[in-house]
């Protein structure tokens, strides 16, 4: 079946930091992958998205990339803040008639000042 | 625009009683979909409805239904409530069937006691 293995964590890294999140999937066809993230006491939101392979996603300095090759869409950011201290999700939607997200279990991330 | 909102944001029941949870989507916004996370974890799937019908299921018991009103708004009702439908229960909007932006709402925080 469908499914989403992210790291575990917690992740803990100081401010201006890289940051590198990994995700692999497990799908048929060719899904749509998408990185959503967590704040505190809020719902998701879409951070980025990627669909089709080789795609590059980006928004606020992060980066992932469709590899299809690997099965896999690793989440990075060059320089971290204390602001993007959250819960990142990754997740994959087949075209499938159900249409719905398969997310993984989420990853979560302290920066330190 | 208003984003997706849900109604109520927390609310506290017992064990053995009813809810009914709401969601209003992003106007235009025909396909509304149901996700539960518990603690600690991936939202997991529930129910999407378009254009008032059932679209897909997640692996839910029949205790779980909804539906979807002429509006797109939508409702999910849970009923017999057990300890471990304590979660935060999401919505998400789409234009349409098999379009990749997904918004959620921020969720209802519910409590079984």
């Known amino acids: 079946g469908n499914s989403v293995t992210q790291m575990e964590g917690p992740v803990t890294l100081s401010e201006e930091a890289f940051l590198t999140i990994n995700c692999t999937y497990t799908a048929t066809g060719y899904p749509s992958l998408f990185w959503y993230v967590q704040y505190p006491g809020e719902g998701l939101q879409l951070l980025l998205k990627?669909?089709?392979?080789?795609d590059k996603g980006s928004n606020k300095g992060f980066e992932a990339t469709y590899r299809k090759e690997t099965t896999s869409f690793h989440l990075e950011k060059g320089s971290v803040q204390v602001s993007d201290s959250a819960v990142y999700f990754c997740a994959l939607r087949t075209a499938n008639r159900d249409d719905k997200i398969i997310f993984g279990k989420g990853t979560r991330l302290h920066i330190l000042p | 625009d208003a984003g997706v909102t849900q109604s109520p944001t927390h609310l506290i029941k017992t064990r053995g009683q009813h809810v009914t949870l709401r969601c209003s989507p992003i106007s235009g916004h025909k396909s509304v979909s149901w996700y539960q996370q518990v603690l600690g974890q991936g939202p997991q799937f529930i129910f999407q409805y378009y254009e008032k019908e059932e679209r897909g299921r997640g692996n839910f018991p029949d205790r779980f239904s909804a539906r979807q009103f002429p509006n797109y708004s939508s409702e999910l009702n849970v009923n017999a409530l057990l300890l471990g439908d304590s979660a935060l229960y999401l919505c998400?909007?789409?234009?349409?069937?098999?379009?990749?932006?997904?918004?959620f709402g921020s969720g209802t925080r519910l409590t079984v006691v």
């Open positions: 998400a909007s789409t234009p349409g069937v098999s379009d990749y932006g997904y918004t």
């Open positions: 990627a669909t089709k392979a080789d």
